[in-house]
C-alpha cells in the first residue's frame, strides 16, 4: 500500500536529505517504524493502481543524446518528458501543425533552447518574473540569467512569448488554452507549486502532456514537488503518474488512465 508520511527525523534516503517533518508518498517498503510517522489525513491507495514507471529510453537510460538530423534527434539531451512528446508527435500534432506549450520557470533558458531546436514548435510561452527568492535555492540576483535567456532564445523570436510576471498570473491569463504541454520548473516550494500545479493542468488539452522538473523533496520550505505532485495526483485521481528517477521529470497524459 502506498502510503503520505511524514518523517519523523532528518535522515538521508536515496542521495536526498529528508528533513524531519517534510511529507513523502512511499510504498510498501521496509524501514524502521519509528522514522515514518503516518501524515495528517493519510491515503492508502494500491501503489500500481497509479504510478507506473516512467523510464522512456534505451537501456534503463533517461535521458538520450540528440540532433535534429533528416527528421530524427541525435545531439540534443531532451528532458525525458519532453522525450516522450517527441515518441508521440502524431498523437500530439496529428494534421502537422506546431505545438503550443508553456515553460513556467525559463531561468538561462537552455532547457527552452533545446525545446525550440528538437521540437516542431509553433508557440512556446516563457513563464519567469525573474524576482528575488524565484527559485528553490534563492538566487538574489536574475537579471544576468534573463539577460542569457533572451540573448540566447532571439532566434525564435517568433515562436516565442514572453510572461515575465508572477506563474499564478501568467497561468491564469493563458487557462484553458488547450496547449499540448505545460512544463513546471519554477519556484519549488511548497505554496507556489501547490497554486501552479491546478492552473498549468488546466491549460493542457486533453492527450496533451503536463509535468515538471525536480520530483523530489529536500528540506521542508525549500523544495517539496514530489510530495505536492503526489497528493494532487491522489487528490484528483490521475492516473497514471509518469517519472524518471533519474532526470526528476515526471509528467501526465492527461485524460489517460
Not at 74 to 92: D, K, V, Y
Not at 124 to 143: C, F, K, V
Request: proline share 4%.
Amino acid at each position: 500500500m502506498t502510503k503520505i508520511v511524514r518523517a519523523h527525523k532528518s535522515f538521508m534516503w536515496k542521495n536526498f536529505w529528508i528533513k524531519a517533518g517534510t511529507r513523502m508518498l512511499l510504498d510498501d517498503v521496509h524501514l524502521d517504524g519509528e522514522v515514518f510517522l503516518p501524515g495528517m489525513g493519510m491515503i492508502n491507495i494500491p501503489f500500481n493502481a497509479w504510478i507506473r514507471w516512467g523510464n522512456l529510453v534505451d537501456e534503463g537510460e533517461s535521458s538520450i543524446e540528440m540532433k535534429i538530423h533528416n527528421g530524427s534527434l541525435i545531439g540534443i539531451a531532451l528532458e525525458p518528458m519532453f522525450h516522450h512528446i517527441w515518441l508521440h508527435l502524431e498523437n500530439l500534432s496529428p494534421y502537422a501543425k506546431g505545438l503550443r506549450g508553456a515553460e513556467v520557470g525559463v531561468f538561462e533558458g537552455a532547457n527552452a533552447e533545446k525545446i525550440l531546436k528538437a521540437l516542431p514548435i509553433e508557440k512556446l510561452y516563457l513563464i519567469d518574473d525573474y524576482g528575488s527568492g524565484s527559485y528553490q535555492h534563492g538566487n538574489p540576483d536574475l537579471s544576468a540569467a534573463r539577460k542569457l535567456a533572451h540573448k540566447r532564445l532571439e532566434p525564435w523570436k517568433d515562436k516565442i512569448e514572453w510572461m515575465e510576471m508572477a506563474s499564478e498570473k501568467a497561468l491564469w491569463l493563458l487557462r484553458g488554452q488547450e496547449f499540448e504541454f505545460c512544463y513546471h520548473d519554477s519556484d519549488h516550494r511548497r505554496p507556489c507549486v501547490e497554486r501552479e500545479l491546478p492552473l498549468g493542468y488546466a491549460t493542457v488539452q486533453q492527450g496533451g502532456v503536463w509535468g515538471g522538473h525536480d520530483y523530489k523533496n529536500t528540506h521542508e520550505g525549500e523544495c517539496e514537488v514530489k510530495s505536492c505532485v503526489d497528493e494532487f495526483f491522489i487528490d484528483h485521481k490521475l492516473s497514471p503518474l509518469w517519472y524518471s528517477p533519474e532526470m526528476l521529470n515526471w509528467w501526465h497524459v492527461k485524460g489517460s488512465q
